[in-house]
């Protein structure tokens, strides 16, 4: 199998929305799938947030996530920026939730047990499926997240820190070069 799709602005939108029509968790399921578009994370790591991770005592949404060495797939702590439109889409989420207990998990299945790694990518590839993307998988919000922000022209070393890459070349392989990168690329010499 080849790599994960890398979705379109509107393959995202038509996910988003097909989520919000059929999901019985909507707003749990754009959560978590925006996590890996916006955020660029694992889903692993996504799975794997509490709410104590996502708001601070004073219940105010963190800009940014710490995520500790087990939380991660390289056993190495991460720090994940938040981008506004992700802090606004978590709190619709949180408003929407059971009241939430700080140190527990911040997304449960609907049995109310947390999602592991696995749960967690078969039910994003189902989100993905239903709304008939072929070739997305739960890797594509990652891969596209990098994707598009080397083609907006962030270097490579600001890319694989962001993605908790240890090696440039691992961040290398998630990008998708496209006609519309190179075209701006030549562009730049004018």
């Given at each position: 199998?080849?790599?994960?799709?890398?979705?379109?602005?509107?393959?995202?939108?038509?996910?988003?929305?097909?989520?919000?029509?059929?999901s019985r968790y909507p707003q749990r399921d754009v959560t978590?799938?925006?996590?890996?578009?916006w955020c660029g994370m694992r889903i692993g790591e996504v799975a794997a947030l509490r709410v104590s991770d996502v708001?601070?005592?004073?219940?105010?949404?963190?800009?940014?996530?710490k995520l500790n060495a087990e939380q991660t797939k390289g056993n190495a702590a991460r720090v994940v920026f938040?981008?506004?439109r992700m802090r606004k889409?978590?709190?619709?989420y949180l408003q929407c939730a059971?009241?939430?207990?700080?140190?527990?998990y911040l997304f449960h299945t609907q049995k109310?047990?947390?999602?592991?790694?696995?749960?967690?990518t078969q039910h994003l590839q189902r989100l993905y499926e239903r709304a008939g993307i072929d070739g997305a998988t739960s890797h594509s919000g990652r891969r596209t997240f990098i994707t598009e922000l080397a083609a907006k022209g962030v270097s490579v070393r600001v890319l694989a820190a962001l993605a908790g890459h240890r090696s440039i070349q691992t961040t290398q392989r998630y990008?998708?070069?496209?006609?519309?990168?190179m075209r701006n690329a030549v562009e730049l010499l004018g």
């Open positions: 199998m080849g790599q994960a799709k890398t979705l379109t602005k509107a393959e995202l939108k038509r996910v988003i929305d097909v989520t919000k029509a059929c978590m799938l925006l996590f890996t578009h708001i601070d005592v004073n219940n105010t949404i963190r800009a940014e996530i938040v981008p506004e889409e978590l709190k619709r059971t009241t939430p207990v700080h140190n527990d109310a047990k947390r999602f592991s790694a696995n749960t967690a990008i998708d070069v496209n006609d519309d990168m």
